[in-house]
């Protein structure tokens, strides 16, 4: 049973707590449905000021909505397109302090002012990404970013290569 916990001390040892418990929220479940839709439940009560956290997953073609806490979102975005699909075409994480300066940004949220996309890579093969954004312009910085791309390599230790959409 998962229990909400106050995290305490430096952003380091809440990291490492979250973490851990994303590790335990997700060990030894085969679905990836559950362990996405529990990473991004456990991420949207962990992060403060962000307004929507989730994963579009990668279908072979373009990204497709998949679990998430927030507003109803897009549901396809094209690979170079916005910051999500930018960061899938170049797999590579994107931390954008101000949205509306990003070429292309697909609007989803008007409440939307800074994003961090981490790409997840299985086997060099793009599987989806992780989105977060925040009504906040510069939210996300470099620890964020780390703290992340951690929870990312987690959660790609435990997902099949394909995913049914």
């Not at 989105?131 to 312009?137: F, L, Q, R, T, V």
Request: with cysteine; proline share 5%.
């Amino acid at each position: 049973m998962f229990q909400a916990v106050s995290y305490e001390g430096t952003r380091s040892e809440q990291h490492t707590a979250v973490l851990g418990q994303l590790s335990a929220l997700i060990r030894d479940e085969p679905s990836a449905i559950a362990n996405l839709a529990n990473a991004a439940a456990l991420l949207n009560v962990f992060m403060t000021d962000t307004n929507w956290v989730g994963f579009y997953l990668y279908d072979g073609k373009e990204l497709v909505l998949g679990p998430f806490q927030g507003l109803p979102a897009c549901i396809r975005i094209p690979l170079g397109r916005g910051v999500c699909g930018t960061s899938a075409a170049e797999k590579r994480t994107l931390v954008v302090d101000d949205v509306h300066a990003f070429p292309g940004h697909i609007a989803c949220d008007a409440a939307s002012n800074s994003e961090i996309v981490v790409p997840i890579i299985k086997n060099g093969e793009l599987y989806g990404v992780l989105d977060i954004d925040s009504p906040i312009k510069n939210r996300f910085d470099d620890e964020d970013r780390v703290f992340l791309e951690k929870a990312v390599s987690l959660l790609t230790e435990q997902l099949e290569v394909t995913i049914p959409l």
